[in-house]
């Protein structure tokens, strides 16, 4: 659940957490801990101008801001290592082509055998 998510149904300060930061090929997560307020937009023209972005077609209606008031990075003995497909491609090419190798000898072992 996003932040945005939790703070739909608030009209006050909340308290929020957040993971931010997260590399689950180095098993590192940092999460923040803190204050949240969300306001309409109207509120705070000056600031809704500095968060509006171009990559969007969508319109800012609500702005929240996070008061941080601890952080933690979590215990990597709890984050499942997760790879790209290109980096498991690098690591096991080797291993792949070891496999080839030993296929095909495997593959002319059998026909000497056959003959």
Same mark, same amino acid.
């Given at each position: 659940m996003? +932040?945005?998510?939790?703070l739909a $149904?608030?009209s006050?300060?909340?308290?929020v957490?957040?993971?931010m #930061?997260?590399?689950t090929?180095?098993?590192?997560r /940092?999460?923040l801990?803190g204050?949240?307020t969300? &306001?309409?937009?109207?509120?705070n023209?000056?600031l ?8 969007? @077609? #969508?319109? &800012?209606e ?6 941080? @008031?601890?952080?933690?990075? !979590?215990c990597? !003995? $709890? ?5 790209t497909r290109r @980096? +498991?491609s690098?690591?096991? #090419?080797? &291993? ?5 190798? +030993?296929e095909?000898? !495997?593959?002319? /072992?059998?026909?000497? +055998?056959?003959t």
């Amino acid at each position: 659940m996003s +932040l945005y998510d939790r703070l739909a $149904h608030t009209s006050s300060v909340r308290r929020v957490q957040q993971e931010m #930061g997260s590399s689950t090929a180095a098993r590192r997560r /940092l999460k923040l801990f803190g204050r949240a307020t969300a &306001v309409p937009a109207d509120e705070n023209p000056a600031l809704t101008e500095r968060l509006d972005s171009p990559r969007t @077609e #969508g319109r &800012v209606e609500q702005l929240v801001t996070v008061r941080v @008031e601890a952080f933690a990075w !979590n215990c990597p !003995n $709890h984050i499942t290592p997760r790879f790209t497909r290109r @980096e +498991l491609s690098d690591a096991l #090419g080797p &291993v792949h082509d070891r496999i080839a190798r +030993l296929e095909q000898e !495997n593959a002319a /072992l059998r026909a000497r +055998l056959a003959t």
